[in-house]
Nanobody, 125 residues
Framework: QVQLMESGGGSVQAGGSLRLSCVAS????????LAWFRQAPGKEREGVAD???????RYADSVKGRFTITRDNANRMLYLQLNSLKPEDTGVYYC???????????????????WGQGTQVTVSS
C-alpha cells in the first residue's frame, strides 16, 4: 500500500525559510522518483522539484537557487527546503510519487500517481 503525508507548512514573511517533509510509505518502486508540486487558489498545479533514487534532481526555474529537494531512502523521507521565500510561493504544497510507467524529471502532474494531502505555505510581504 502507498501513503504520502506532508508536514512543515506554515506562515512566514518574505525572505524567510521553511522546510517541508513527506513520508512516502509503500513498496520501493514507488519511491524511484519523488516530487514536490504546489497549487495556488485559481491556478493549475505546478511542479516544483523532483528527485530520483540516485539523488539527481530537477527544479522549476522559478525556485532554482532558493529551494532544495533531498531524500532519505532509509527513512522513506522526502524534504523540500524553501529559502528566500516570496509571496508568489504561497500555495498548497504536495509530495507525489511517479506512476509505474512514468519518467522522472518531467515534472508533469499527469505522470504522478500517488499524492499526499498537501500542506499550506503562506508567504506575506
Amino acid at each position: 500500500q502507498v501513503q504520502l503525508m506532508e508536514s512543515g507548512g506554515g506562515s512566514v514573511q518574505a525572505g524567510g525559510s521553511l522546510r517541508l517533509s513527506c513520508v512516502a510509505s509503500g513498496v520501493t518502486y514507488i519511491r524511484r522518483c519523488l516530487a514536490w508540486f504546489r497549487q495556488a487558489p485559481g491556478k493549475e498545479r505546478e511542479g516544483v522539484a523532483d528527485i530520483n533514487d540516485l539523488g539527481n534532481s530537477r527544479y522549476a526555474d522559478s525556485v532554482k537557487g532558493r529551494f532544495t529537494i533531498t531524500r532519505d531512502n532509509a527513512n522513506r523521507m522526502l524534504y523540500l527546503q524553501l529559502n528566500s521565500l516570496k509571496p508568489e510561493d504561497t500555495g498548497v504544497y504536495y509530495c507525489a510519487a511517479l506512476a509505474p510507467r512514468g519518467r522522472c524529471h518531467i515534472l508533469s502532474p499527469d505522470l504522478f500517481g500517488y499524492w499526499g494531502q498537501g500542506t499550506q505555505v503562506t508567504v506575506s510581504s
